[in-house]
T-cell receptor
Framework: DTEVTQTPKHLVMGMTNKKSLKCEQH?????MYWYKQKAKKPPELMFV???????INESVPSRFSPECPNSSLLNLHLHALQPEDSALYLC??????????????FGEGSRLTVL | AQSVTQLDSHVSVSEGTPVLLRCNYS??????LFWYVQHPNKGLQLLLK??????LVKGINGFEAEFKKSETSFHLTKPSAHMSDAAEYFC?????????????FGSGTQLTVLP
């Protein structure tokens, strides 16, 4: 069982809708990540939060807005998306302070379809 | 700079026969290497990791990988494939980015297990 929980598992939205994806972990990790994964491709990094502060934004369009309200929660707010934004959105978390050696733990993802 | 090359996009084996998924890496640092597995419509699950301890790494579900610095390889093996092993496998190299991790993914290998 994954220790990173993502909701909802599936989301269908129109291009004018506003919705949010949620991610929660209780492993005490202080780094949290959003990835986007298209079919048959590896995940692509979108955002990284360290100690609840945005540390990496991989030039993601502003229609995606991340938020880290506390050390256990990570949200991704969605507004005015395009059909090409349809993908599996993965949340992950990791410890801080182990260099590159620490593992990322992934949730099961939220499958987003934009009509 | 880091990169990962998975040498086979698709591998097909019969149930009960050995599995070999090949991965070569390039890293400016002493690398941390991982194998993740992704079953259909699921998140990524960590199979095993190498972080400069033993070069032969044992993971979950009978998988293991050997780090060979001279060949810059980190191939994944399993002595006997099971139907449940059918999935996408990603070889990953990691390095620290500030206090978080930056992952570089290979393009993935789709493993098919035939009855």
């Amino acid at each position: 069982d994954t220790e990173v929980t993502q909701t909802p598992k599936h989301l269908v939205m129109g291009m004018t809708n506003k919705k949010s994806l949620k991610c929660e972990q209780h492993m005490g990790h202080r780094a949290m990540y959003w990835y986007k994964q298209k079919a048959k491709k590896p995940p692509e990094l979108m955002f990284v939060y360290s100690y609840e502060k945005l540390s990496i934004n991989e030039s993601v369009p502003s229609r995606f807005s991340p938020e880290c309200p506390n050390s256990s929660l990570l949200n991704l707010h969605l507004h005015a998306l395009q059909p090409e934004d349809s993908a599996l959105y993965l949340c992950a978390s990791s410890q801080i302070g182990t260099g590159g050696r620490g593992s990322l733990f992934f949730g099961e993802g939220s499958r987003l379809t934009v009509l | 700079a880091q990169s990962v090359t998975q040498l086979d996009s698709h591998v097909s084996v019969s149930e009960g026969t050995p599995v070999l998924l090949r991965c070569n890496y390039s890293s400016s640092y002493s690398p941390s290497l991982f194998w993740y597995v992704q079953h259909p419509n699921k998140g990524l699950q960590l199979l095993l990791k190498y972080t400069s301890a033993a070069t032969l790494v044992k993971g979950i579900n009978g998988f293991e990988a050997e780090f060979k610095k001279s060949e810059t390889s980190f191939h994944l093996t399993k002595p006997s494939a099971h139907m449940s092993d059918a999935a996408e496998y990603f070889c990953v190299v990691s390095h620290a980015s500030g206090s978080a991790r930056q992952l570089t993914f290979g393009s993935g290998t789709q493993l098919t297990v035939l009855p």
